[in-house]
């Protein structure tokens, strides 16, 4: 279900027409907190992408598009170093990936959890806290307890704590993972596909959650999507991923009809809704495009 | 059996239980393997790898026969057939846990060999080996003192490891990929608890017999985890579960004639029974309420 993704909602500024090279707003001045140079990634001997250009600084939003297979969720992978870089430079809060994790929050694809499952909500959140280390910690401490409480608190899950994970709807589940990602304060939130299989209204509310996280704790965030329209409202800007080539820039700029024909080689419309969805049109793939077929989950018990 | 018969005074009942050591043995044995596979059992249910502990177990069979073919004690044999089982299994595999799909023919195939091999040197021994129900189906005869000590030894090990690699196992578990970003070293994890399983098979195997380990090692935790979802409470009731159903199980056994691998396993399986038939009463109760 990625239609939006075989469309091909495709981004690109005038200046990255040529590799992707992007000046990152950088609001505080601070450092950034993802730098690429020129990084290229292969699986199995065949290039994924390359010469991916980007710099990414705190507090910023960015939305990664492309069709199936482009390499979205391999992007957060290099950048976690569970996937090493064919050519060019990658540093992540400064350093090579997978050195400083701790400051990454991830979020895989979209898990399954058995209903039978032994797992509550507080104890999801409690792997991001300390589930890497070694011993069994048979009780809480004060400040574990404390820290539990505030990022229940933060996604509005405090009512979730108790439950079975494989019990809750997937808007509950996703709240929880995201409480998970940022139980050590990371510097960067990599989502990939958090709002696959939501509702639409779990999808804005979802969406609208990762924002407010994002600019009140001056977190980044990545965040793959195969429908641009839920974070539309808050990105600063897309990253394209397509037939190997990367392109960054703003929405608004990118998301029109001549660039996204020049990109694919065929005529392409892009429409504006009343409510300000866009809709691409044309695109060989894209037969039609039904928001509303998306898999309801089921309601919470 | 050699006693007197059961009355309705447990002191008598106790006295009598306690009065030749082997009994004494057998208790102490079944409380340390209650425990053992409680624990580690309960990570295998956590982890849905019941099938990883089946083969497992049956490995055992022929280990623990060829061992007295041999003119070794049979503990040996399950301990080495079931860790090097366990190395090859984390050595071969792929995927994640409960992902057994691909290799499940695999696993069948080395299953029916291990059997066929056992069989054989059962047939081979001709001496005074107790008898293949013995391996197959437990006994709580005959245990002596150096084996007691031997499964608290080897158990006290097993449990140890756990308890080091409890925490990122049970993220491994529930979220492989997240723990791999945070730096868990999922494979090296997964083997180490590989050869903790088999220490827990080996262990269960010498009370329940290699085709009944699941009594102790998969019945209670399941019944615990079906219970509550909390983690160290779930945890503990699997262990008192196996206990209790070690301990009255070995004490029907001894009072009647009835094996204690069917006593045992069938009292695992009542508590299993009634704590599912609660739930499925409580569950079809509220959705005759929500019927309404």
């Given at each position: 279900?990625?239609?939006?993704?075989?469309?091909?909602?495709?981004?690109?500024?005038?200046?990255?027409?040529?590799?992707?090279?992007?000046?990152?707003?950088?609001?505080?001045?601070?450092?950034?907190?993802?730098?690429?140079?020129?990084?290229?990634?292969?699986?199995?001997?065949?290039?994924?992408?390359?010469?991916?250009?980007?710099?990414?600084?705190?507090?910023?939003?960015?939305?990664?598009?492309?069709?199936?297979?482009?390499?979205?969720?391999?992007?957060?992978?290099?950048?976690?170093?569970?996937?090493?870089?064919?050519?060019?430079?990658?540093?992540?809060?400064?350093?090579?990936?997978?050195?400083?994790?701790?400051?990454?929050?991830?979020?895989?694809?979209?898990?399954?959890?058995?209903?039978?499952?032994?797992?509550?909500?507080?104890?999801?959140?409690?792997?991001?806290?300390?589930?890497?280390?070694?011993?069994?910690?048979?009780?809480?401490?004060?400040?574990?307890?404390?820290?539990?409480?505030?990022?229940?608190?933060?996604?509005?899950?405090?009512?979730?704590?108790?439950?079975?994970?494989?019990?809750?709807?997937?808007?509950?589940?996703?709240?929880?993972?995201?409480?998970?990602?940022?139980?050590?304060?990371?510097?960067?939130?990599?989502?990939?596909?958090?709002?696959?299989?939501?509702?639409?209204?779990?999808?804005?509310?979802?969406?609208?959650?990762?924002?407010?996280?994002?600019?009140?704790?001056?977190?980044?965030?990545?965040?793959?999507?195969?429908?641009?329209?839920?974070?539309?409202?808050?990105?600063?800007?897309?990253?394209?991923?397509?037939?190997?080539?990367?392109?960054?820039?703003?929405?608004?700029?990118?998301?029109?009809?001549?660039?996204?024909?020049?990109?694919?080689?065929?005529?392409?419309?892009?429409?504006?809704?009343?409510?300000?969805?866009?809709?691409?049109?044309?695109?060989?793939?894209?037969?039609?495009?039904?928001?509303?077929?998306?898999?309801?989950?089921?309601?919470?018990? | 059996?050699?006693?007197?018969?059961?009355?309705?005074?447990?002191?008598?009942?106790?006295?009598?239980?306690?009065?030749?050591?082997?009994?004494?043995?057998?208790?102490?044995?079944?409380?340390?393997?209650?425990?053992?596979?409680?624990?580690?059992?309960?990570?295998?249910?956590?982890?849905?790898?019941?099938?990883?502990?089946?083969?497992?177990?049956?490995?055992?069979?022929?280990?623990?026969?060829?061992?007295?073919?041999?003119?070794?004690?049979?503990?040996?044999?399950?301990?080495?057939?079931?860790?090097?089982?366990?190395?090859?299994?984390?050595?071969?595999?792929?995927?994640?846990?409960?992902?057994?799909?691909?290799?499940?023919?695999?696993?069948?195939?080395?299953?029916?060999?291990?059997?066929?091999?056992?069989?054989?040197?059962?047939?081979?021994?001709?001496?005074?080996?107790?008898?293949?129900?013995?391996?197959?189906?437990?006994?709580?005869?005959?245990?002596?003192?150096?084996?007691?000590?031997?499964?608290?030894?080897?158990?006290?090990?097993?449990?140890?490891?756990?308890?080091?690699?409890?925490?990122?196992?049970?993220?491994?578990?529930?979220?492989?990929?997240?723990?791999?970003?945070?730096?868990?070293?999922?494979?090296?994890?997964?083997?180490?608890?590989?050869?903790?399983?088999?220490?827990?098979?080996?262990?269960?195997?010498?009370?329940?017999?290699?085709?009944?380990?699941?009594?102790?090692?998969?019945?209670?935790?399941?019944?615990?985890?079906?219970?509550?979802?909390?983690?160290?409470?779930?945890?503990?009731?699997?262990?008192?579960?196996?206990?209790?159903?070690?301990?009255?199980?070995?004490?029907?056994?001894?009072?009647?004639?009835?094996?204690?691998?069917?006593?045992?396993?069938?009292?695992?399986?009542?508590?299993?029974?009634?704590?599912?038939?609660?739930?499925?009463?409580?569950?079809?109760r509220h959705r005759l309420r929500l019927a309404r």
């Amino acid at each position: 279900m990625s239609e939006s993704e075989r469309r091909g909602l495709r981004t690109v500024t005038p200046a990255d027409e040529t590799g992707g090279a992007s000046s990152a707003p950088s609001p505080l001045g601070a450092d950034p907190v993802v730098e690429l140079e020129a990084a290229g990634v292969e699986l199995g001997g065949r290039p994924v992408w390359s010469d991916l250009t980007l710099t990414v600084a705190p507090g910023e939003f960015l939305a990664v598009l492309g069709p199936n297979g482009a390499g979205k969720s391999t992007l957060l992978k290099t950048l976690l170093g569970l996937i090493p870089t064919a050519s060019g430079r990658v540093r992540v809060a400064g350093r090579r990936p997978g050195v400083g994790n701790r400051d990454i929050g991830y979020l895989p694809q979209r898990r399954s959890f058995d209903p039978s499952l032994p797992v509550r909500g507080i104890d999801v959140v409690r792997l991001g806290l300390d589930g890497d280390r070694w011993g069994v910690p048979l009780r809480s401490t004060g400040p574990v307890r404390d820290r539990l409480e505030q990022l229940l608190e933060l996604v509005g899950a405090t009512d979730l704590a108790g439950r079975r994970i494989g019990q809750l709807s997937g808007g509950e589940q996703q709240r929880l993972l995201i409480a998970q990602a940022l139980a050590r304060e990371p510097r960067l939130l990599l989502l990939d596909e958090p709002l696959d299989s939501l509702d639409l209204a779990n999808q804005a509310a979802v969406a609208a959650l990762i924002a407010d996280i994002s600019d009140t704790e001056q977190i980044a965030v990545l965040i793959v999507a195969h429908d641009v329209n839920p974070v539309l409202p808050y990105v600063d800007r897309v990253l394209y991923l397509a037939g190997g080539r990367a392109l960054v820039g703003a929405p608004e700029v990118v998301i029109s009809g001549p660039t996204l024909s020049a990109l694919y080689g065929t005529p392409i419309e892009v429409l504006r809704t009343s409510d300000g969805r866009l809709v691409v049109v044309g695109h060989p793939e894209a037969a039609s495009y039904h928001p509303q077929l998306h898999p309801h989950e089921a309601p919470a018990g | 059996m050699l006693a007197d018969g059961f009355t309705w005074d447990l002191g008598s009942d106790l006295h009598q239980l306690f009065q030749f050591h082997f009994m004494v043995n057998a208790y102490r044995a079944g409380t340390v393997v209650a425990v053992v596979a409680g624990l580690i059992g309960w990570f295998l249910v956590l982890r849905r790898q019941s099938f990883v502990g089946h083969t497992l177990a049956i490995i055992a069979f022929p280990g623990a026969s060829g061992a007295v073919l041999i003119g070794i004690s049979a503990a040996w044999g399950y301990f080495g057939f079931c860790v090097a089982g366990a190395l090859v299994i984390g050595a071969v595999r792929r995927g994640r846990p409960g992902e057994f799909s691909e290799e499940s023919a695999v696993v069948g195939t080395v299953q029916a060999f291990a059997l066929a091999c056992g069989f054989l040197f059962v047939t081979l021994y001709h001496g005074l080996l107790e008898d293949v129900n013995t391996l197959l189906f437990g006994s709580f005869l005959g245990i002596t003192d150096a084996q007691v000590r031997t499964l608290l030894a080897v158990g006290l090990g097993a449990l140890i490891a756990l308890a080091v690699i409890a925490r990122p196992l049970r993220f491994a578990s529930i979220d492989p990929d997240v723990a791999a970003a945070r730096g868990v070293p999922v494979r090296v994890v997964s083997t180490v608890f590989l050869v903790v399983v088999a220490l827990a098979v080996a262990e269960t195997s010498q009370i329940t017999g290699a085709l009944l380990v699941f009594s102790l090692l998969v019945v209670p935790p399941a019944t615990a985890q079906a219970i509550t979802a909390r983690p160290v409470l779930s945890a503990a009731l699997a262990v008192a579960q196996a206990l209790l159903a070690t301990w009255v199980g070995l004490a029907i056994s001894y009072f009647t004639d009835y094996p204690s691998g069917f006593t045992i396993t069938t009292l695992a399986f009542a508590a299993y029974l009634l704590v599912h038939g609660a739930r499925w009463m409580a569950t079809g109760r509220h959705r005759l309420r929500l019927a309404r």
